[in-house]
Every structure is written in structure tokens, then in C-alpha cells.
């Protein structure tokens, strides 16, 4: 990973986040991700959040009035801009969402926090999920960067 510039800005809104030292193992996974990418100088905002801003962010972009565990939101890359911005994107994550979806799945909230931040970048590199051929790579990428962190497949329920 020479020359990689990757710059990730963690924006803490509900107080209960503080709690994790998982934050270095974050980054790790971001950069390997970002690498396959080809995304290696980029910036990335994470607002870790509660459920009334999620629930309000859900319903103004994605006309959903509930809670979801994360949102991505892909810096627009189509204006006209002289100089591109190195800042893809923001990923916005839902504390009560995942504490409740790591619960109900027997998985550490750590690693399944892990899971959607990368799942959000993801995201924020143009990968989607609406198709099936398209769910299988993002879904192949998230095994083998988690797998390479140490952290077991979050498509199986480990009850």
C-alpha cells in the first residue's frame, strides 16, 4: 500500500460509540478496501449516530420512516468540478441498530460494526446490490477483506 493517503474522520454523535477501541481495526479494514478499489487517496466521513437522526436521515433520502444500521452516501462525482475532491463519501451508522443486529445474530458488535463501515464503502466505491450478480461480488469483497482482519463470515448466523 505505497503512497496510500487515506484520511477517515470519525464524527461521534451518540455518546455510547466512545465505548469502542475497535476504531484502528476500522481503518485497517477501510485501507484494504479502498487498495482494491483503487481508491488509496481518498477521505471518508463515519457519523456514528443514534436513532432519531438515523430514523430523520432515512426518511428525508430514502423516504423510509424507520431505522435502518447504516447509510452510505457517495460524494457526487459527476459535477463539474475543476479539482475532484478526495472525499468519496459519508457512512452514517445507527448505535441501537447494530448492538440490536450483533445481539440477535451472537456476533460482536465490534465486528459487525466492522462489517457495515465496509459494507458502506463499498458503497461509496460504486458497488451495489439491487442485483443479484452484483450482491454476490460486494458480498465476495466483504468475506475476503474481514477474513483478512480476522473476522468471521457475517453471512452466517453463529447461534
Known amino acids: 500500500m ?9 464524527d461521534v454523535v451518540n455518546q ?11 481503518y485497517e479494514v477501510i485501507k484494504n478496501i479502498l487498495d482494491i478499489c483503487e481508491k488509496v ?12 437522526e438515523m430514523r430523520s436521515l432515512n426518511k428525508k433520502w430514502r423516504k423510509k420512516n424507520s431505522l ?12 463539474n468540478i475543476s479539482e475532484q475532491s478526495k472525499h468519496i463519501g459519508d457512512i452514517i451508522l445507527c448505535y441501537n441498530v447494530v448492538r440490536q443486529e450483533a445481539k ?19 458503497h461509496l466505491c460504486g458497488y451495489d446490490h439491487i442485483k443479484k450478480s452484483d450482491e454476490v461480488n ?12 480476522g473476522i468471521k463470515d457475517p453471512y452466517v448466523c453463529y447461534n
Open 2 to 10: 505505497v503512497g496510500s493517503n487515506i484520511i477517515i474522520n470519525f
Open 16 to 26: 455510547d460509540w466512545r465505548k469502542l477501541e475497535a476504531y484502528g481495526l476500522a
Open 41 to 52: 487517496d481518498s477521505e471518508i466521513t463515519i457519523r456514528l449516530t443514534d436513532d432519531k
Open 68 to 79: 435502518t444500521n447504516v447509510l452510505a452516501f457517495p460524494n457526487n462525482t459527476e459535477l
Open 104 to 122: 440477535k445474530r451472537n456476533i460482536s458488535f465490534s465486528d459487525h460494526m466492522i462489517h457495515l463501515i465496509l459494507h458502506g464503502v463499498l
Open 138 to 149: 460486494m458480498i465476495k469483497y466483504e468475506k475476503l477483506v474481514l477474513n483478512g482482519v
